[in-house]
């Protein structure tokens, strides 16, 4: 797999249907979508680029801002058992004024 790092590189459409796994939808997620955020499951080794163009491109959208957040992986004991979390990663979309997603729907 090609890790895109340049900014006017635009993603294939196999990466673009890659990069956004899933809309996350808790309370939080949609309380921030009165100030025109959306949040979505992201890969690991995605970037604020590639995310902006897929973004854009699968929803025909203008995205002002991308945020990111990585989620560590931890150590966790169930039952007994040691277990070990998955390690995520969480994009942030602001979209310009008067633009909108529905996440409920698929694409």
Do not use: C, H, W
């Not at 996350?24 to 680029?49: G, H, M, W, Y």
């Amino acid at each position: 797999m090609r890790k895109y790092t340049g900014r006017d590189v635009k993603p294939s459409k196999g990466r673009i249907y890659e990069l956004i796994r899933s809309p996350v939808v808790t309370e939080k997620a949609t309380l921030i979508s009165e100030f025109n955020q959306v949040t979505f499951r992201v890969p690991l080794d995605a970037n604020k680029f590639e995310i902006k163009a897929a973004v854009e491109d699968l929803f025909k959208v203008k995205v002002t801002a991308v945020n990111t957040l990585r989620k560590k992986g931890k150590v966790k004991r169930f039952q007994g058992y040691i277990g070990k979390q998955v390690e995520t990663k969480k994009a942030v979309v602001t979209l310009a004024e008067g633009q909108s997603i529905d996440v409920m729907t698929g694409i």
